[in-house]
């Protein structure tokens, strides 16, 4: 099922004005889809996990096009990257199948730390995160789910700083393919791996996350691309690799 909003109700408002600050970046739009470019820092839809947060990618690009639309998967708050929606309920439910039943591959761009293997593939079961607000009814004593995680790295990069306890940094590219969908389950991996994704402030490391925002005014660096020609700039923190990085070989 296509995820529920809270204004299914929902109709334009003549006279409202849509400021540029409130306009997404439309990368692909028919009949039956719009796909836009979700920045960092943005909720997909309006959620009780971060009540004092009005402004939604659901929200705004309802009011920018407005038309109703309807969101067909999740990007983590601090995710960038391709967003899909439908323009209408039967699409929805369409393409939220397609998602269950990972008739879609998921792809994902992150600078993580240190060196990892050139590819791997994380079989690391995971225990359902619950939410304090939305997840009071959910049964506590779930097992951890199975949760695979593929990814192939394309990049290293050695800094010379020393930002822990070795007198160079280094990072890594990492092509990220996730073949199911547990809550964070990217970033718990890397966790798991001792290659925390930089920028994440759950998972990650304070004093990496520190240097990266204060170095290269860097952001979360992950971003998502779908499998099909949806695509986005990179993000300038991902762009520096191009500049700086040391390209793997057998990609």
């Not at 160079?168 to 991996?189: A, E, M």
């Amino acid at each position: 099922m296509p995820l529920r909003s809270t204004s299914s109700d929902w109709i334009p408002e003549p006279n409202k004005i849509v400021t540029s600050r409130d306009c997404l970046d439309i990368i692909y739009r028919d009949t039956h889809l719009i796909a836009v470019n979700k920045p960092t820092g943005l909720l997909v839809h309006p959620s009780l996990v971060d009540r004092h947060k009005k402004r939604s990618a659901m929200t705004l690009l309802r009011d920018q096009i407005g038309q109703y639309v309807y969101p067909v998967h999740r990007l983590d708050k601090p995710t960038s990257g391709v967003l899909l929606f439908a323009l209408s309920s039967e699409i929805a439910r369409n393409l939220s199948a397609q998602f269950s039943e990972k008739q879609v591959i998921k792809q994902y761009l992150a600078v993580v730390r240190g060196y990892t293997a050139l590819s791997d593939t994380v079989d690391y079961p995971l225990k359902e995160k619950l939410d304090k607000m939305t997840d009071r009814r959910a049964r506590k004593s779930k097992p951890p789910q199975p949760a695979i995680t593929k990814y192939h790295r394309l990049a290293t990069l050695d800094l010379p700083f020393c930002v822990d306890r070795y007198p160079t940094s280094r990072y890594s590219l990492v092509k990220i393919n996730p073949l199911t969908g547990r809550k964070h389950q990217i970033r718990r991996h890397f966790k798991h791996l001792s290659h925390p994704i930089i920028g994440d402030t759950s998972y990650g490391k304070t004093s990496h996350n520190r240097f990266f925002l204060n170095s290269l005014a860097a952001g979360a660096c992950c971003s998502r691309q779908p499998r099909w020609r949806l695509s986005t700039q990179l993000p300038e923190n991902l762009l520096y690799w191009k500049r700086h990085s040391t390209m793997c070989s057998g990609r």
